[in-house]
């Protein structure tokens, strides 16, 4: 649906690693094994700047753990990625976040002993309050009078201004995902990771959630969300990259990989008999 | 049985200089496990370090300023070689070495090769003269009643409790500025720090050290209080002391420290007067003998933790949501 909103992608073929013409992200040859399991070996994988883009694939695919192990949660065995040209592997979680990406948890982390606003606040980046000195000398509070407006807007933004003293804690599962998405912003993402922003969410708050991950992509950030709802994958991006025991087996604009047989047979099982890892 | 008496005795423990060497004890833990989620189960190492820090570099003829440097300079090194290897890995490691090391070490001062210089397990006394050579109270009682002071005791609890609202004070500006909501968070939990940016492990640091920083004050007190450091005062039940003055208050409110420890020594006094008293007073006819009274005062006080854990389980200044929040 929104091909003409990023005519960069029209030209490139649909077919697994494929390069794009202005990739914010390059992952090369990351592999991690879990014992004698190869959860991920994604030989290569580029993702389009300022695009919505997609991974889907069966349960135990290795989505979460490739996620885990761009954002620094997790090591790979081998293998590199460039995220805006800079080499990120090796580096810590939250050097990774500073650099400017930003992931969610499937499982929500909310911050639960800590009010709505203090959620947000945290997140903000290049805070002087942060550090001993700082935060004695106490000339942080003009940035945090800045940063409390940006959080206050973004709660406007979302629907939770009304709650914006309440602990976290006292968030239903739906709101705790709407508070993370807002946070994760609030940390100036360049490229947004969302790891399963959908799950668990009933269908109206899901309209909203999509709405707010086109808002993301239209203000100038790039996404990659994991889903596995292929009504929603199918309306909301710009691209699809299928992964299925680990490796990618295809990738495409979403009607292209709708169609795509090896798609089909990753989620409905190779062959009869031999059913699709659970 | 004389109740003004046990009463006195009673207020005179909770305002007392152990009481404010178990406030700083536990407000070092407040900001370890209160405060960044760190279960710290060696307080009392701290406490040891800062006491013998002291007693040793006096003893071995330095100044007293120089002794209370040494004390914080050897919490800070301590809670750098505890922190360093265990900060990285999950809550248990820290709980696990802290409390191995809080015992290893009493027994490295009661050794007999470190003799010369703490004394073993005889320890150091006499070391704090130059504190009360500085004491500006004249000579005297001071109080109204049985209710009373002497000069020398209300100079260490001038200086104690001055110590503890100084401690507080930094908290206070700490832990309400963004580099305290940071503690906060990884209390709650670390990964969602970790993935907005935060360096959750130099927190930890942080934390460790000055909660380890605030424990040694605790010993110092008490070792300069008593004029005396024994390996054997530092034993992990006092840890637990610490925890449980702690608790009582409110784990994650600033001054539950201080209210703790307060009701923790007078409970603690009250019940053994109380005991006494009755004992002389012949209302337990033979159910208990007087050398046992100092035991079931112990399981008396632990009673009343009991029933404040059921009935008030947040502590005395806790706030009932945060706890019914609380998802660790």
Known sequence: ?278 | MDFVEILASSLRSAVGVPAAAYALAAIGLNVHFGYTGLLNFGQVAFMLVGAYGTAVTVNEGGPLWLGLLVGIGAAVVLGLLLGIPTLRLRTDYLAIVTIATAEILRYVTRSRALEPLTGGVFGIQKFADPFFALNPIPPGRYGFGTFNFGHRQLWVMAVGWLLVALVLLLLTVLLRSPWGRVLKAIREDEDAARSLGKNVFAYKIQSLVLGGVIGAFAGMLLAIETQAVNPDTFISILTFFAYTVLILGGPGRILAPVVGAVIFWFLLQFTDGFLRGALEAGWLGGVLEGNEVAAVRFALVGLGLMLLMILRPQGILGSREELLTDER
């Open chain 1, 1 to 278: 649906m929104s091909a003409d909103l990023l005519p960069g992608l029209d030209g490139v073929a649909p077919q697994p690693g494929v390069p794009k013409p202005d990739p914010i992200l390059v992952v090369r040859g990351v592999e991690r094994s879990f014992g004698g399991l190869q959860a991920v070996d994604v030989a290569h994988l580029e993702v389009a700047r300022g695009a919505i883009t997609a991974l889907i694939g069966p349960n135990g695919a290795g989505k979460t753990t490739l996620f885990n192990l761009l954002t620094g949660f997790d090591h790979p065995d081998a293998g590199a990625w460039l995220f805006d040209g800079q080499p990120l592997q090796g580096k810590r979680a939250h050097q990774i976040a500073r650099a400017g990406m930003v992931r969610t948890f499937q499982l929500t982390k909310a911050l639960a002993r800590l009010s709505l606003l203090d959620n947000m606040l945290l997140a903000a980046p290049g805070q002087r309050g942060e550090h001993l000195g700082g935060a004695l000398a106490g000339r942080w509070r003009p940035q945090e009078a800045r940063n409390r407006t940006e959080a206050e807007g973004l709660l406007e933004r979302f629907g939770l201004a009304a709650m914006r003293d309440r602990f976290a804690g006292t968030l239903s599962g739906g709101q705790r995902k709407l508070l993370e998405m807002a946070r994760a912003l609030m940390a100036r993402p360049r490229l947004l990771m969302l790891d399963e922003p959908m799950a668990g969410v009933n269908p109206a708050l899901r309209q909203t959630l999509l709405a707010h991950i086109q808002e993301i992509r239209r203000e100038g950030a790039t996404v990659v969300f994991i889903e596995h709802d292929m009504d929603v994958v199918m309306g909301t991006s710009d691209w699809v990259v299928v992964m299925a025991e680990g490796r990618l087996i295809a990738e495409g604009p979403p009607a292209a990989v709708g169609a795509d047989p090896e798609v089909i047979d990753a989620y409905l099982g190779r062959r009869h008999g031999k059913a699709a890892e659970a």
